[in-house]
C-alpha cells in the first residue's frame, strides 16, 4: 500500500508539472497583489497624471518627433530633477521649457541666429549669470540651475506651467511654454521610473 500511496502522490504531482509546462512557461514576472490584474502593476509605475498636469493643458498643443539624442537630454533632465529632489511636475516644467527654448537640443552659440549669448537646453545666457558657456551646455548642469530658478518662484508647484517657467525664464514669448505640456508630460511619465 505504502508503494501504491508514492506512486499516486509522485503521479499528481508529475501531472501538476506537465500542466504548468503545457499551459505555457513559468512566468518570473511580478505577481499582481490580490485584486488587481498585471496591467493595474505596470500603471502603477507611471506617475499619476494628476501630478504631472495638474491644472490641464492650456491652449493648442503642439508636439515633434524626438531623436536620440533628444530622448537623451530629456532623460538627463528628469535624471537631475530627481538629484535635486523635485517632484514629477517639476520635470514636465523643465522639459516643456527646454522644447520651447530649444527642441531638447543641446545648442552651442549659433552666431548672428543666436539669441543674445543663449546656450544649451534652455536658453540660458552666460551674461545674465547663469554660469559659464561651458556649464550651461552641461545637460545635467543647466537643468539644476533651471531648477534652483524654480524653487524659489513661490508657489510654482500650484501655478500653471507657464507661469513657473516664465518667471524663471522671463522670456520674450511668456505663453509659448504652454504648448508643450502635454509632450513634456508624456516624456515624464515614459521615462520617470525607467
Known sequence: MNTMLRKS?????????????????????????????????????????????????????????????QVGNAKAIIAATKKAGLPERAAVISIATSLQESKLENLGHLGDANDHDS??????????????????????YSTLAFLKGLKQVDGWQDMPLTEAAQTVQVSAYPDAYAQWEQQAADIVGQYWNS
Request: charged fraction near 15%.
Open 119 to 140: 546656450l544649451g537646453l534652455f536658453q540660458q545666457r552666460p551674461s545674465s549669470g547663469w554660469g559659464s558657456p561651458e556649464q550651461i551646455t552641461d545637460p545635467e
Open 9 to 69: 502522490v509522485l503521479g499528481i504531482a508529475g501531472l501538476a508539472v506537465a500542466g504548468g509546462l503545457a499551459a505555457g512557461p513559468l512566468n518570473h514576472h511580478e505577481v499582481a497583489p490580490a485584486g488587481l490584474s498585471e496591467a493595474a502593476v505596470v500603471q502603477a509605475d507611471k506617475p499619476d497624471a494628476g501630478k504631472l498636469i495638474p491644472h490641464g493643458v492650456q491652449g493648442a498643443q503642439s508636439r515633434i518627433d524626438l531623436s536620440d539624442e
